[in-house]
C-alpha cells in the first residue's frame, strides 16, 4: 500500500514544481530544466517492436538529448496536462502525466510517468517514462 498523503500542502508542492518546470520547457530553456533534475538521469522507454529500453543520462547528454528532441518545436503549440501524483513516502513520488498537445488544428494525446525525489526539501525529477522513444534513442546512442 502506498503513502497515504494527509496534507493537501505535498500535492500542491508537486504542482508547483511542475508548474515552475513547464517555464523553462515552454522556453525551450534545456539548462533550465536540467537545473530541475538530479543526474544521472534514468530514462525508461520501448522500441517500435515493443522491447523495453532504458539509460541512465549525464546532465551533458539530457542536455544533448533535449536540445535535439526541442529543435522546431512549433511557436503555436499548445499543451494541458493532468498530473496525478502518487507518494510512496513524503519525499519520494511517481507522477503520471496524462497530456493533449495541440499544433494548430493537430491533437495529440499522451502518457508518460516521472518519479521525483526531495532533495534539501526541494523535488527533483530522477525517472522520466514515455512510451516511443527507444529507436530514436538507440540511434542516437554516444
Same mark, same amino acid.
Given at each position: 500500500?502506498?503513502?497515504?498523503?494527509?496534507?493537501?500542502?505535498?500535492?500542491?508542492?508537486?504542482?508547483?514544481?511542475?508548474?515552475?518546470?513547464?517555464?523553462?520547457?515552454?522556453?525551450?530553456?534545456?539548462?533550465?530544466?536540467?537545473?530541475?533534475?538530479?543526474?544521472?538521469?534514468?530514462?525508461?522507454?520501448?522500441?517500435?517492436?515493443?522491447?523495453?529500453? #532504458?539509460?541512465?543520462?549525464?546532465?551533458?547528454?539530457?542536455?544533448?538529448?533535449?536540445?535535439?528532441?526541442?529543435?522546431?518545436?512549433?511557436? %503555436?503549440?499548445?499543451?494541458?496536462?493532468?498530473?496525478?501524483?502518487?507518494?510512496?513516502?513524503? %519525499?519520494?513520488?511517481?507522477?503520471?502525466?496524462?497530456?493533449?498537445?495541440?499544433?494548430?488544428?493537430?491533437?495529440?494525446?499522451?502518457?508518460?510517468? %516521472?518519479?521525483?525525489?526531495?532533495?534539501?526539501?526541494?523535488?527533483?525529477?530522477? #525517472?522520466?517514462?514515455?512510451?516511443?522513444?527507444? %529507436?530514436?534513442?538507440?540511434?542516437?546512442?554516444?
Amino acid at each position: 500500500m502506498s503513502f497515504q498523503v494527509s496534507n493537501l500542502e505535498q500535492k500542491q508542492g508537486i504542482e508547483s514544481w511542475f508548474a515552475a518546470y513547464d517555464e523553462p520547457s515552454k522556453r525551450s530553456d534545456v539548462e533550465g530544466m536540467a537545473n530541475m533534475a538530479v543526474f544521472p538521469v534514468h530514462v525508461v522507454t520501448e522500441d517500435s517492436e515493443g522491447n523495453g529500453y #532504458t539509460e541512465n543520462w549525464t546532465r551533458e547528454r539530457f542536455v544533448q538529448t533535449m536540445t535535439e528532441a526541442m529543435k522546431g518545436t512549433p511557436k %503555436d503549440m499548445q499543451m494541458k496536462a493532468v498530473r496525478t501524483p502518487f507518494f510512496l513516502t513524503k %519525499d519520494l513520488a511517481v507522477v503520471i502525466t496524462d497530456a493533449t498537445i495541440m499544433i494548430g488544428a493537430q491533437e495529440q494525446v499522451l502518457r508518460y510517468a %516521472d518519479i521525483l525525489v526531495k532533495i534539501g526539501g526541494n523535488w527533483k525529477f530522477q #525517472t522520466m517514462a514515455q512510451g516511443g522513444w527507444g %529507436d530514436m534513442l538507440k540511434a542516437k546512442k554516444p
